[in-house]
C-alpha cells in the first residue's frame, strides 16, 4: 500500500523525481477557460458573475450577500460543541499572529535627518472559501484573523452558493467568529475575477488570499499582478522523521491525516529503525481500511507516499531539507535539539504528541503553507502577508549639502544627467 525504500537507490531517485514532478500542471484547456472568464468578468461584470455562477453551479442565488440577520441564525443554530471548539481556536489563532505585528518606526539623527519606515494593513482583502465536500471552517479564521490583526479595513468572503445548511452554519459561524465585514454566495473562477476588478455587487480588493480548486488556483495565478495573491498552493504534504521511540500507531495515523486530502497528496516518513519502518506499514493498511476516504488514501499512498529507512536522524533531516515539505513531524526522542537544524519546512510539529492536525485547528500557527518544495523561500501565510510598508526620509539643507557630492558622482556614473541636477540645483545661486 505505501512504497518502502532505503537511501541512496535508484528506486528511491525516482520516487523523488515523481514526488518533485507532482505539483499540480494547469493545461492549456484549462488556463484558456479561465482567461476566458476573468475577461468577460472583467468587461460584462456581475452579468457574466450571475451566467457562470448558474452555469458552474446550478444556481443564483436570490440573496447573494448574507445578510446580518443569516450570520446571526448560523450562531444560533450550529452544533454548540462546534461553536465552542472554534472560538477556541479563534483566540490560539489571534494569540499566535498578534506577535507578528510589526510596528513603524522613525529615527532622527543629529544633524536634522530623519528617517522611518510607515506599516499599515491593506484597505481591502478577498478570502475564497471552498464550498461542498472541501468546506473548512478552519481555513475562514487562518484567514481572517491575521488580516485582522493586520489592519485590514475590510475583508471580503466568497463562497459557492451553499448546498446544505449544516455547511452553511458552520462556515458563517467561523466568519462571524473572525469577524468577516461581508460575505458573497459566488465561487469559481467568476469570483476570485470579480475580487480582482470589482463589479456592481463585489468590492474590488488588494488581495485575494484561500484554498480553492485548478479554476480557482489559475484564476488566482492569471490575476496575480492585477491583485496580490497568498499563493498558488499544491496537493498536501507531510514528513515524518522518527526514531525508535516513536509509536507506529501515531506514525501511521499521522501519515494517513494527509493522504486522505487528496490523490495526489504526498506522505513521507524518515525512520533510523527498520522495525518501526515494518511495523508502520502494517498500520497503514490497518488503519486505512477503516476509514471513510480509503480509496483517495490508498491511491496517495502507492503513488506519492514512502517510507525510508535513513542512516541516522542528520541524514533523515537534510532529506526533509532537500523537500522542504508543508508539514514536518520530528517524532524522536528529544526533537527540540534538532530544530535549529530544519531549514526548509512550513510548519515543524515536535515530538510524540503533536500531531499535524494540531496545526490545521488548534495550537496558532497558520495552516496556509508552502507546499512543492516552495518552504524553501516562501513562508506561512501571517500578519506579514496583510500589510505594506513605506519608508520617508527628511534631510536638511545642511545634511543635503554634505552629501551632494556624493549623489551627484554616483549618478553621473550611472549616465542619469537629471538625476544629479535634481540634488545640484539646489545648491546653485539665482
Known sequence: MINLFKTNTNELKEFFDTLSSRNYSISGDIEKKVRD????????????????????????????EVSEEEKQYAIENCDKDFLKAIKKCAENIFSFHQKQLEKSWIDTNENGVILGQRIRGLAKVGIYVPGGTAAYPSSVLMNAIPARIAGVKEIIMVTPPFKDENSKNNILAAAVVAKVDRIFTFGGAQAVAALAFGTEIIPKVDKIVGPGNIFVATAKKLLYGTVDIDMVAGPSEILVIADKTANPKFLAADLLSQAEHDTMASSVLLVTDENLAYETMNQVKIQAEKLERYEIMKKSLKDYSAIIICKNIDTAIDIAN?????????????????????????????????????????????????????????????????????????????????????????????????????????????
Open 322 to 430: 532537500d523537500i522542504a515539505p508543508e508539514h514536518l513531524e520530528v517524532c524522536v526522542e528529544d526533537p527540540m535539539r534538532y530544530i535549529g537544524k530544519i531549514d526548509n519546512a512550513g510548519s515543524v510539529f515536535l515530538g510524540h504528541y503533536s500531531p499535524e492536525a494540531l496545526g490545521d485547528y488548534y495550537a496558532g500557527p497558520n495552516h496556509v503553507l508552502p507546499t512543492g518544495a516552495t518552504a524553501r523561500f516562501f513562508s506561512p501565510l501571517g500578519v506579514d502577508s496583510f500589510i505594506k510598508k513605506s519608508s520617508f526620509i527628511y534631510y536638511t539643507f545642511e545634511a543635503l549639502k554634505e552629501a551632494k557630492n556624493d549623489i551627484i558622482t554616483v549618478a553621473n556614473e550611472e549616465g542619469l544627467t537629471a538625476h544629479a541636477n535634481s540634488v545640484k540645483v539646489r545648491f546653485e545661486e539665482d
Open 37 to 64: 472568464i476573468i475577461e468577460d468578468v472583467r468587461i460584462n461584470k456581475d452579468k457574466a458573475l450571475f451566467k457562470y455562477t448558474e452555469m458552474f453551479d446550478g444556481v443564483v442565488p436570490e440573496e447573494y
